[in-house]
């Protein structure tokens, strides 16, 4: 089983190189593009059930003895957040498929580059969440990010250049923190193996571990969207192309997010920055939602409860305790499906009615009852009502912040409920502006839009395009994915409790990896 | 520990200046700004990694430690590999901008639905054709 661990990074490379030398030919490439990633669903699912009873597998790389080489490491955290992105991933590459069928621009430079990027950036997705090595988590970053930069610039249109520059610029610098926090750690540890990190941050001076810490916290911080670090986030996001917007949303975020959350249970147990992360989920929640009420366009609007539902992830990270953990992670799960299928979503009613501006949208409840289903769905999922997994999560998120028993826990789940209530409002404004209003009405305006604004930077129609079954019918199955997450929630939040535990208790990984 | 002040101080200058040129409007500056911070990085990682010595494998004596110099070329080779991109996405920008003054060049538009057939040297040489007699607007 524990050979089969770097298959998870080396399939998609490989898959990538083959894609490459088929750039001539586009249904080869589509085809390669979908094996690989298949695969690595089916490793994923393989490697969730043989971790499942609490066991880790530990891969030297090379052979190497394990504190010397590289370390490939699955737990359940990584088990199951790798099966997911990987699911996830396969349904926006069906939906990417999809689109270029109906454009035809089958043999357009872009495109042929497009399936071995995707490729190279889920084999970054993957390495991250199962590096071992704080420097391979660092090289995992950078293949994600270089692939997510020709990504998100792909095609060359000056609004893309435009938004693509500042993504690259503020991803850089992070990267550069992030460096420079390993180079530290390694001067002050003599070792980037977390395991053996978590062993001897414990007797560093306690300002040096506050400083290495808070290194890396900037750093992650900057990649997970969290709020004094955010505002790249939705100025970047929207202007991609509908596909890579969902999959930059659901998961490189989270690659982040996963960076926090073992940065906080592993390699700096102490829960010393505990309230600064809490005030930060806090700030992050509530001033991503007042943004996405402010927003006129529904991927701007995305975007910014993408930001607000960070503070959620990063909340159950700072309450540092068992419940909280778990909580994080199954909310996690649920995020990224339900906000893939958002995006997904709004790429349908981007082509169906021309725009996303919902001031100039109207009627497509009765245009097309099946987009609406596409996108009420996972809207409520993500605005957290009963019975949905969204609401699951939250409840657990907010059990977690109450058992902790401190004022400011109790202010956070102050913050939290009322940004949840918040959450509902602009995406339900949607619904009745955009689903519900009779087309006839546009004209005349809605008091639920007369105070937003258009963004005066970005062309605000596109004309229609038709709607392609492998479009629809992949984001019909990330809706189902979502409902299935609601379904399987008892087993999935069990899961996610063993994980949260056995991070809470730092020396079972460092036994794990270092077998002592 | 003992460090290089020399090294040091170079890191520091090179990090003062990359954050400055990191803060310009010009992409340009922006690049070279991040090649520098890129580069004070890498001293800093050398910095870090202990005194110098020998060789590791063919030397006598106390050797120096040889994973921060792999660190730093894994560093140089990705720096390199991003650099190399965004100087092709500035030459794309540059190109766009120039693209969309001969797009708004309203007389060059109307010379070309003149008399004249539009070639590449009547759009390119705007001057010379504005300016002749008969060209109809």
Redesign the interface.
């Known amino acids: 089983m524990t050979a089969l661990v770097p298959l998870v990074v080396i399939l998609p490379i490989l898959g990538a190189a083959l894609a490459l030398l088929a750039s001539a030919r586009p249904r080869l490439q589509r085809t390669i593009a979908a094996v690989a990633l298949t695969a690595v669903l089916g490793l994923g699912i393989a490697l969730t059930a043989a971790v499942a009873d609490g066991s880790m597998l530990v891969m030297p790389v090379g052979g190497w003895p394990v504190p010397f080489g590289i370390v490939l490491v699955v737990d359940r955290l990584s088990a199951l957040l790798l099966t997911v992105s990987a699911a996830v991933l396969l349904a926006v590459l069906v939906f990417s498929i999809g689109q270029g069928i109906a454009d035809g621009d089958d043999r357009e430079a872009p495109v042929s580059i497009f399936y071995p990027t995707y490729l190279v950036l889920a084999a970054g997705v993957f390495d991250a969440f199962i590096a071992g090595d704080l420097f391979n988590l660092y090289v995992g970053f950078e293949i994600l990010l270089v692939s997510s930069y020709v990504l998100i610039t792909v095609g060359g249109t000056e609004p893309r250049i435009r938004a693509g520059t500042t993504y690259i610029v503020v991803s850089l610098v992070s990267s550069t923190l992030f460096l420079a926090a390993v180079g530290a750690i390694y001067a002050a540890t003599g070792t980037v193996n977390m395991a053996q990190i978590a062993q001897r941050v414990a007797v560093l001076p306690e300002g040096v571990q506050v400083l290495l810490h808070v290194m890396l916290l900037t750093a992650f911080g900057i990649k997970a969207a969290v709020f004094p670090l955010s505002f790249w986030l939705p100025d970047s996001y929207p202007t991609a192309i509908a596909p890579v917007t969902a999959v930059f949303a659901g998961l490189l975020t989270k690659v982040g997010v996963y960076a926090i959350l073992r940065t906080e249970t592993t390699l700096f147990p102490g829960p010393e920055l505990n309230p600064l992360l809490l005030v930060v989920a806090m700030l992050t929640m509530l001033v991503g939602v007042l943004g996405a009420i402010a927003q006129a366009d529904i991927k701007r609007m995305l975007s910014f409860t993408l930001v607000s539902h960070i503070g959620y992830l990063i909340m159950g990270v700072g309450l540092g305790t068992a419940a909280g953990t778990a909580a994080a992670i199954f909310y996690t799960v649920h995020h990224i499906v339900v906000q893939t299928t958002l995006f997904l979503t709004a790429g349908l009613i981007e082509r169906r009615a021309g725009t996303t501006t919902i001031t100039r949208l109207g009627g497509l409840l009765a245009a097309s009852p099946a987009l609406g289903a596409l996108y009420l769905l996972p809207a409520l999922n993500l605005g957290g009502i009963p019975p949905f997994s969204g609401f699951l999560g939250k409840l657990g998120l907010l059990e977690a912040g109450a058992a902790a028993r401190d004022p400011l826990t109790y202010v956070v789940v102050g913050v939290a409920t009322l940004t949840s209530l918040l959450t509902l409002y602009p995406l339900v404004r949607v619904w009745n502006v955009s689903f519900w209003r009779p087309a006839k009405q546009v004209a005349e305006g809605s008091r639920l839009t007369d105070e937003l604004h258009e963004d005066p930077f970005r062309p605000q129609t596109t004309g229609t395009r038709a709607l392609t079954r492998p479009m629809v019918a992949s984001t019909a199955g990330m809706v189902a994915l979502g409902l299935a997450i609601t379904v399987f929630a008892g087993p999935l939040y069990g899961y996610a409790e063993q994980a949260g535990t056995t991070l809470q208790d730092w020396p079972v990984y460092v036994q794990g990896v270092l077998g002592r | 520990?003992s460090v290089s002040v020399a090294l040091l101080g170079a890191m520091a200058v090179l990090y003062a200046c990359g954050v400055y040129l990191?803060l310009e409007k010009s992409?340009t500056r922006?690049i070279l700004g991040?090649l520098l911070?890129?580069n004070a990085?890498n001293l800093?990682?050398l910095a870090?990694?202990?005194p110098p010595g020998a060789p590791p494998i063919a030397g006598s004596g106390p050797s120096s430690d040889p994973?921060?110099q792999a660190?730093i070329l894994?560093?140089i080779v990705?720096t390199f590999?991003?650099s190399a991109?965004?100087m092709a996405?500035v030459y794309?920008?540059w190109r766009?901008a120039q693209e969309?003054r001969l797009e708004r060049d309203e007389a060059d538009v109307a010379v070309g639905q003149g008399d004249q057939p539009e070639t590449e040297a009547a759009a390119a040489d705007e001057e010379s054709e504005f300016d002749r007699p008969g060209g109809t607007g």
């Open positions: 520990m990191l992409v922006i991040i911070i890129g990085t800093l990682l870090l990694a202990g994973l921060p660190l894994t560093a990705i590999a991003v991109f965004l996405l794309r920008s766009i969309d």
